[in-house]
């Protein structure tokens, strides 16, 4: 499986991004893609994660369920992360990963795959 994560950009405090993760290969083997995101000089945090499969079950970080949303798109091989009212904190490389089986979601050490990243940029 390859990832391939695009959409991110410049924007201003208060708005609104949306970021997708394509999957391509054997996408009928992910079993979780989640998206992470690394500031300058920090460790890669976790985001959100959703199985590809199934009922969807979403996870999130504490501090970003209110205003982020993972989402999927099975026929179009595709995860997205829609992002509102953004904060120039959430500034940072976003990732997403897959894994091909259950267990952990909120680590990075938990999914072997890595899409390139793209950077989202919030002024103030």
């Known amino acids: 499986v390859q990832l391939q994560a695009s959409g991110g950009g410049l924007v201003q405090a208060g708005g609104s991004l949306r970021l997708s993760c394509v999957a391509s290969?054997?996408?009928?083997?992910?079993?979780?893609v989640a998206w992470f995101r690394q500031a300058p000089g920090k460790e890669r945090d976790f985001v959100a994660a959703?199985?590809?499969?199934?009922?969807?079950?979403?996870y999130y970080a504490d501090s970003m369920k209110a205003r982020f949303t993972i989402s999927r798109d099975n026929a179009e091989n595709t995860v997205y992360l829609q992002m509102n009212s953004l904060k120039p904190e959430d500034t940072a490389v976003y990732y997403c990963?897959?894994?091909?089986?259950?267990?952990?979601?909120?680590?990075?050490?938990?999914?072997?795959?890595w899409g390139q990243g793209t950077q989202v940029t919030v002024s103030s």
């Open positions: 290969g054997r996408t009928f083997s992910m079993y979780r």
């Open positions: 959703i199985n590809y499969w199934g009922t969807g079950s979403t």
């Open positions: 990963a897959a894994r091909y089986s259950s267990g952990g979601y909120y680590t990075a050490k938990d999914f072997p795959i």
